[in-house]
């Protein structure tokens, strides 16, 4: 039976391509539906900020007249510019456990790659590295949380089956509340005391001021990632868009900003892993009683996820992601919660992976980029 791709759009045919994975997943107890009006909203090039500077087509492969996979091609402008490099990307990759259909489907964004003057082929990111990216190769017995990916086990060796080659995996550390180190937190509490004598502090984000405090964070963000692997800039509409995304979901006993003298030099953000509530949402649909679900559950999770930590460069190795994370287990501790993810952590970026081990972390999730010639 011949796999045939179609190219859809979002005045047409993304509604098919958004809802495939809730019939991929549809008996997998770990899967977590997307919210369907969000992912339309990143498809609409009207509403999300990468479509100012990026560009994407849609497909999706049928097989007797069935979805069986789908993938985007992403130009994103962006990355090459502040890379100076030629690399074409895909995401949104769903597929079944069949060769051929995902062939057809990588062939396609390759062919939109070489079309834009590409010669690498990178990916799944959805659309960019600030959003979820990688595919899942290792823990795959627990749902994923806020903002991670999940997959079938089979989708790196489909990846690699066709040319896709490991560019770079992405750690997801488990810190448990009982587990976490007793010792690290009492250090963290000296060593804030001693960082208090030179002028640097932590507080909380104040929600009141959370424009002002979120400009700061993105100028953090933008400084302290400007050389790890992958990065690239927020633009000033995709962290508004952002903000205005999650700022339902921050907590301000989870939400740190680090400053030198009333300067901001770093910040640590935390959420609720609403997974737990979203994972009943089936197909994604919010309304008429998922958003009930969502604002009434999302105070009761059981985990969450340190989603972001940045110090600025002058500024490390003096104690303050320790703080950060000595924060979040305190908290954790006093709401007795299980526990938090704290990912994604490249894995060259050992400073962090020391950080998470001092501190009782398990390494139990591994995601994966890939990356190939074409």
Request: no cysteine; glycine share 8%.
């Amino acid at each position: 039976m011949s796999v045939i791709i179609e190219e859809v759009s979002f005045e047409k045919g993304i509604s098919e391509f958004i809802n495939f994975p809730h019939d991929l997943y549809a008996d997998d107890k770990f899967y977590v539906p997307e919210i369907y009006i969000g992912q339309k909203d990143m498809m609409n090039p009207d509403k999300y900020p990468f479509h100012q500077y990026g560009n994407v087509r849609y497909y999706i492969a049928k097989k007797n007249n069935k979805v069986v996979g789908r993938i985007a091609a992403i130009n994103n402008t962006n990355y090459n510019l502040h890379h100076d490099s030629k690399v074409g990307f895909f995401g949104f990759f769903d597929a079944i456990e069949d060769q051929d259909v995902v062939n057809a489907l990588l062939n396609k964004v390759k062919f939109f790659a070489k079309e834009n003057g590409h010669e690498y082929l990178m990916g799944p990111t959805n659309f960019t590295t600030n959003e979820t990216a990688g595919v899942l190769v290792d823990g795959f017995d627990d749902s994923p949380k806020i903002l991670m990916t999940y997959n079938k086990p089979y989708y790196g060796n489909v990846l690699e089956n066709y040319g896709l080659k490991k560019e770079m995996d992405l750690y997801a550390f488990m810190i448990y509340t009982e587990k976490a180190s007793e010792k690290s937190l009492r250090l963290a509490g000296a060593l804030q005391e001693r960082l208090k004598n030179k002028g640097i502090t932590v507080r909380s984000v104040n929600l009141k001021e959370l424009d002002k405090e979120a400009k700061s964070i993105q100028k953090i963000y933008n400084d302290a990632w400007e050389k790890n692997w992958g990065f690239v800039p927020f633009t000033d509409a995709e962290f508004n868009y952002l903000k205005n995304d999650l700022k339902m979901l921050i907590d301000p006993a989870f939400a740190y900003i680090a400053e030198k003298n009333g300067e901001p030099i770093g910040f640590g953000l935390t959420l609720p892993n609403i997974n737990e509530v979203l994972i009943r949402n089936k197909r994604g649909k919010l309304f008429p009683f998922g958003i009930f679900r969502l604002l009434f559950g999302k105070n009761k999770t059981k985990f969450v996820r340190i989603i972001a930590l940045g110090v600025l460069a002058e500024y490390r190795k003096m104690g303050i992601e320790a703080i950060f994370f000595a924060k979040n287990i305190q908290e954790a501790k006093r709401r007795g919660l299980t526990g938090g993810e704290a990912s994604w952590v490249l894995e060259n970026n050992d400073a962090m992976i020391a950080a998470a081990n001092q501190l009782g972390g398990e390494r139990y999730k591994t995601y994966r980029l890939y990356k190939m010639k074409i």
